[in-house]
């Protein structure tokens, strides 16, 4: 008798784990997914903005989000709603990405741009030095129609700049680890940090636009520092802390140095056959979308081209297949410095042909030093 009356018991058990199993996983569900169709991108966010605080306690569970007071908490619930807003009028003028809910939610634009980007301290006319090497104007008639250098070896893992205005540095990084993987066949993680905490150098034509560790900086400047330094270290060697400090650099552990560095003109296609030559390429963005970027091909109706991230070109693609125009779109592959779980698994996608975003504005290549490989 025991066992017989155990055994219902034990199925309503499995029952409810199995319930709570799948609740859990359409919750996960639709916290990532703000639009529950091709045609529209209102309908979940709809419901979103009805259950908002639902919504805004899985955001906190799935984020590991915590407050100091109820104050705060209040205070980041009613930007997280306006974020839900802000995500809905994103999703209505780029309908080829989806946009929602994502680490960045609590946050004001403001807090974002400070905290997250950083693109030589976000300056309102940010260009690249007159003075600057141009790239030599390459041939484009036998370019491939689709290009990834994470494909070759070239692209070390997305890393994560934490709340630390160092976008520059990672994109500098990365374009010098393509170059040192060129130059040399090994690819090698270089140090963020090492820029961050002695890299100085200001732009001669801009009064104080200097590069300034969590404050900003600029990728030209910081291959002009290394230039100057004489090279990077190893990642594993000057590792990174997220906060500027004291400089460490010890000259005897130089990993990568570079050889040279030049801009790339603004022209789509000598931006490609740069990067299919020279390897990943160091450009700058308008992130404004990117807060609210889930997965898809970004191509904004609307996107101003002021630069305020520094990110890595690493390919093209010639055809993200876009439902809402029911047309294929060519895209930039861009890697970018805010973790894997950010975007899709670190990356971002945007179209190419219209410098959507300013992505074509301000783009840099640089050369490595060729050495023999680095030594553990």
Not at 58 to 77: I, P, T, V, W
Not at 140 to 162: C, S, Y
Not at 328 to 338: D, E, G, Q, R, T
Request: negative net charge; glycine residues 10%.
């Amino acid at each position: 008798m025991a066992s017989s009356s155990f055994l219902p018991l034990t199925f309503s058990l499995l029952f409810l784990l199995s319930l709570s199993s799948a609740i859990a996983a359409a919750d996960d569900l639709l916290i990532q997914q703000v639009v529950d169709d091709a045609n529209t991108g209102v309908g979940n966010l709809d419901e979103m903005l009805l259950n908002a605080d639902h919504h805004f306690s899985l955001f906190k569970a799935k984020f590991n989000k915590k407050y100091g007071s109820q104050e705060e908490h209040d205070r980041r619930f009613a930007i997280f709603k306006a974020n839900l807003r802000r995500a809905k009028r994103h999703q209505r003028f780029d309908p080829d990405a989806v946009h929602g809910v994502t680490k960045f939610s609590d946050l004001t634009p403001k807090e974002f741009r400070q905290k997250f980007l950083g693109l030589n301290g976000g300056k309102k006319k940010l260009r690249l030095p007159s003075d600057a090497n141009k790239a030599p104007i390459l041939p484009t008639n036998n370019l491939p129609e689709d290009f990834d250098w994470r494909e070759h070896g070239a692209v070390t893992g997305v890393k994560d700049q934490g709340s630390c205005g160092s976008c520059w540095s990672f994109s500098t990084t990365g374009a010098l680890e393509g170059a040192h993987f060129l130059a040399t066949g090994e690819l090698v993680s270089l140090s963020e940090q090492q820029l961050v905490d002695c890299d100085h150098e200001c732009d001669p034509e801009e009064k104080g636009a200097c590069d300034d560790g969590c404050n900003g900086g600029l990728m030209t400047t910081a291959f002009e520092y290394l230039l100057k330094a004489g090279g990077v270290q190893r990642e594993q060697d000057y590792p990174y802390s997220g906060r500027g400090g004291t400089c460490k650099f010890d000259k005897s552990k130089v990993a990568a140095s570079v050889a040279n560095f030049s801009v790339v003109s603004i022209d789509e296609d000598q931006i490609a056959a740069n990067l299919v030559k020279n390897g990943p390429l160091a450009v700058g963005i308008n992130a404004a979308y990117m807060q609210t970027y889930l997965h898809g091909v970004s191509c904004p109706y609307i996107c101003m081209r002021h630069l305020d991230h520094g990110v890595l070109l690493v390919g093209y693609g010639s055809a993200g297949y876009a439902p809402i125009r029911l047309k294929n779109k060519p895209y930039w592959i861009v890697k970018n410095s805010w973790g894997e779980k950010w975007g899709e698994h670190g990356y971002y996608r945007i179209c190419r042909g219209h410098n959507v975003c300013g992505v074509d504005s301000m783009v840099s290549t640089v050369a490595a030093v060729t050495t023999a490989p680095a030594t553990e």
